[in-house]
């Protein structure tokens, strides 16, 4: 068993595989512990470890395998000496012969058993709740158990599920708090509040999940452990449904033979300036060639979308940002970034910037002009026959756009969306937000662990582009740039002890590449 380290690389597989991996390991066990009662020690082991003094154990065991690990937890903690209460759901319902064992075995040690929730004064902030109602999935639960099920027997479920969270006793929970969908993320009840369903601990089993790693995943889980029960050779004869990212294996390093132009140029392509409704963006640009700069691009460069370029609206506001003409810049050359804080005004200049640039990041209005036009979308598909490198970074409603869908639909499968945008547009496709998302055709999807909702301001989407522009420079491919330059953007978030963090100081914040040691 070990904390994860999202700095690590570490392979995420779905329910579907994860059901594969436990036939194959119960199929090689023999005479030896069931893999349930594997789990269930590790499970007691870790309840231990993050309440070594808790007054009583409190285990909340679902008709399934999830309870059955919960049951043998429960004969572990008594056996050393804890006090220890079973919550059963529906005790006179059918289980798997596995559960029912464990089940026979905490009557026959006497351990205390219930059939309804411990009222709230019952249990104790000194306590620790070990949720272990449904693991890897309602619906399969619920069918495993209930072939009949009926709505009201789910709705009485979901209402014991959000008492244990509510009883004011950290909760540890056993693969994923229950009613999380292990693959994507989300609550399968959908009028479950996400907030008031938050673990402190979440112990997964066999295989680590990718629905723990994104979207509500990130709050509902708290501190991920993992144990494979000795099953790692056997997750090699599977191809991982994703892959944590982790930070670049090889970084980009400057020799001390080096000159500006051996670490790239950058030219970020937006900023319209204020029209006649006193709407204007040229600070995106700033933002974008800001975080360019502190990532150590060699030189960057700044296009104002505007026809006044003698107005204070369209400069740099750092000196060393170079200011170009759209016409005098060359595409082909370097790495641009188009669309941040473009406006309307971008439309125009897109596609030159697709016909002609051959390392490109999107971002912003220029996905959302992409969106609104077939042939722009056509010439954005072009780009990989024709050995071109692309990024686009959407928000969930930029790739809503995208994929003419909405966002609660790209929020409800995030892997699935990225994915789908990867194959159609042939690019790198990053999709923002808790656990982005970064899918290219024939790439391991990758869900990033970094960041937090510091980063949930304006302006920290463009130091993003930028960021990975100055990737793309420095001689990464695409998909790299792209993995580095998340990680990188999401660490700087977790590291600073600032108080409030704007997407300005956040662009200070960002590294360039490592100096080469004597």
Same mark, same amino acid.
């Given at each position: 068993?070990?904390?994860?380290?999202?700095?690590?690389?570490?392979?995420?597989?779905?329910?579907?595989?994860?059901?594969?991996? &436990?036939?194959?390991?119960?199929?090689?066990?023999?005479?030896?512990?069931?893999?349930?009662?594997?789990?269930?020690?590790?499970?007691?082991?870790?309840?231990?470890?993050?309440?070594?003094?808790?007054?009583?154990?409190?285990?909340?065991? @679902?008709? @399934?395998?999830?309870?059955?690990?919960?049951?043998?937890?429960?004969?572990?903690?008594?056996?050393?000496?804890?006090?220890? #209460?079973?919550?059963?759901?529906?005790?006179?319902?059918?289980?798997?012969?596995?559960?029912?064992?464990?089940?026979?075995?905490?009557?026959?040690?006497?351990?205390?058993?219930?059939?309804?929730?411990?009222?709230?004064?019952?249990?104790?902030?000194?306590?620790?709740?070990?949720?272990?109602?449904?693991?890897?999935?309602? #619906?399969? =639960?619920?069918?495993?158990?209930?072939?009949?099920?009926?709505?009201?027997?789910?709705?009485?479920?979901?209402?014991?599920?959000?008492?244990?969270?509510?009883?004011?006793?950290?909760?540890?929970?056993?693969?994923?708090?229950?009613?999380?969908?292990?693959?994507?993320?989300?609550?399968?009840?959908?009028?479950?509040?996400?907030?008031?369903?938050?673990?402190?601990?979440?112990?997964?089993?066999?295989?680590?999940?990718?629905?723990?790693?994104?979207?509500?995943?990130?709050?509902?889980?708290?501190?991920?452990?993992?144990?494979?029960?000795?099953? &790692?050779?056997?997750?090699?004869?599977?191809?991982?449904?994703?892959?944590?990212?982790?930070?670049?294996?090889?970084?980009?390093?400057? *020799?001390?033979?080096?000159?500006?132009?051996?670490?790239?140029?950058?030219?970020?392509?937006?900023?319209?300036?204020?029209?006649?409704?006193?709407?204007?963006?040229?600070?995106?640009?700033?933002?974008?060639?800001?975080?360019?700069?502190?990532?150590?691009?060699? #030189?960057?460069?700044?296009?104002?979308?505007?026809?006044?370029?003698?107005?204070?609206?369209?400069?740099? #506001?750092?000196?060393?940002?170079? *200011?170009?003409?759209?016409?005098?810049?060359?595409?082909?050359?370097?790495?641009?970034?188009?669309?941040? @804080?473009?406006?309307?005004?971008?439309?125009?200049?897109?596609?030159?910037?697709?016909?002609?640039?051959?390392?490109?990041?999107?971002?912003?209005?220029?996905?959302?002009?992409? =969106?609104?036009?077939?042939?722009?979308?056509?010439?954005?598909?072009?780009?990989?026959? *024709?050995?071109?490198?692309?990024?686009?970074?959407?928000?969930?409603?930029?790739?809503?756009?995208?994929?003419?869908?909405?966002?609660? =639909?790209?929020?409800?499968?995030?892997? =699935?969306?990225?994915?789908?945008?990867?194959?159609?547009?042939?690019?790198?496709?990053?999709?923002?937000?808790?656990?982005?998302?970064?899918?290219?055709?024939?790439?391991?999807?990758?869900?990033?662990?970094?960041?937090?909702?510091?980063?949930?301001?304006?302006?920290?989407?463009?130091?993003?582009?930028?960021?990975?522009?100055?990737?793309?420079?420095?001689?990464?491919?695409?998909?790299?740039?792209?993995?580095?330059?998340?990680?990188?953007?999401?660490?700087?978030?977790?590291?600073?002890?600032?108080?409030?963090?704007?997407?300005?100081?956040?662009?200070?914040?960002?590294?360039?590449?490592?100096?080469?040691?004597?």
């Amino acid at each position: 068993m070990k904390k994860i380290n999202w700095q690590e690389p570490l392979a995420l597989f779905d329910v579907a595989q994860t059901r594969q991996l &436990e036939n194959l390991a119960t199929s090689r066990i023999g005479s030896g512990p069931s893999l349930m009662a594997q789990a269930g020690l590790s499970v007691a082991k870790l309840a231990m470890a993050i309440k070594p003094c808790a007054t009583c154990f409190w285990i909340f065991c @679902g008709p @399934g395998n999830n309870g059955g690990d919960g049951l043998e937890a429960a004969t572990h903690l008594h056996q050393w000496g804890q006090q220890v #209460r079973v919550v059963l759901w529906q005790p006179s319902a059918k289980r798997p012969s596995d559960a029912t064992l464990a089940l026979g075995k905490v009557k026959a040690l006497g351990i205390s058993i219930q059939a309804t929730r411990p009222a709230q004064g019952d249990v104790s902030h000194h306590d620790l709740c070990i949720d272990a109602m449904l693991g890897i999935g309602l #619906r399969s =639960s619920t069918t495993e158990a209930h072939e009949a099920a009926t709505l009201e027997a789910e709705q009485a479920l979901h209402s014991w599920i959000h008492s244990i969270y509510q009883l004011g006793a950290d909760v540890l929970a056993v693969d994923t708090p229950s009613g999380l969908n292990a693959n994507t993320g989300q609550f399968q009840n959908t009028k479950v509040v996400p907030q008031d369903i938050q673990a402190q601990h979440t112990l997964q089993l066999l295989t680590a999940k990718p629905g723990c790693m994104t979207a509500h995943g990130r709050d509902a889980c708290g501190t991920l452990w993992l144990d494979t029960l000795g099953c &790692e050779d056997l997750q090699q004869s599977l191809n991982p449904a994703a892959q944590l990212n982790s930070r670049l294996q090889t970084p980009v390093k400057r *020799q001390h033979a080096s000159h500006k132009g051996s670490f790239g140029d950058v030219t970020v392509i937006g900023g319209e300036a204020v029209d006649v409704r006193g709407m204007g963006m040229t600070g995106a640009v700033d933002l974008a060639a800001s975080a360019a700069l502190h990532a150590g691009a060699g #030189r960057v460069m700044a296009c104002f979308l505007t026809d006044d370029l003698k107005s204070n609206q369209a400069r740099p #506001r750092l000196a060393e940002i170079m *200011q170009r003409e759209f016409s005098a810049l060359k595409l082909h050359s370097g790495v641009i970034v188009c669309g941040c @804080g473009g406006g309307a005004t971008v439309r125009k200049v897109l596609p030159q910037v697709l016909q002609q640039s051959m390392h490109l990041v999107l971002d912003a209005d220029a996905l959302n002009a992409i =969106s609104q036009d077939p042939w722009l979308r056509e010439l954005l598909r072009q780009r990989a026959t *024709q050995n071109k490198h692309t990024v686009i970074t959407p928000h969930p409603l930029e790739a809503a756009r995208l994929l003419s869908s909405d966002s609660g =639909s790209v929020q409800h499968d995030r892997l =699935s969306a990225a994915q789908t945008l990867a194959h159609d547009l042939k690019c790198t496709v990053v999709l923002k937000g808790s656990g982005t998302v970064i899918a290219k055709s024939g790439e391991v999807p990758v869900v990033n662990f970094t960041g937090n909702a510091r980063l949930a301001t304006g302006g920290t989407g463009d130091v993003l582009a930028g960021l990975m522009g100055a990737r793309m420079a420095q001689g990464l491919s695409e998909f790299e740039a792209a993995c580095a330059a998340v990680f990188e953007h999401g660490l700087a978030a977790d590291e600073t002890n600032l108080p409030t963090l704007t997407a300005g100081k956040l662009a200070a914040l960002i590294r360039g590449p490592q100096m080469a040691s004597w």
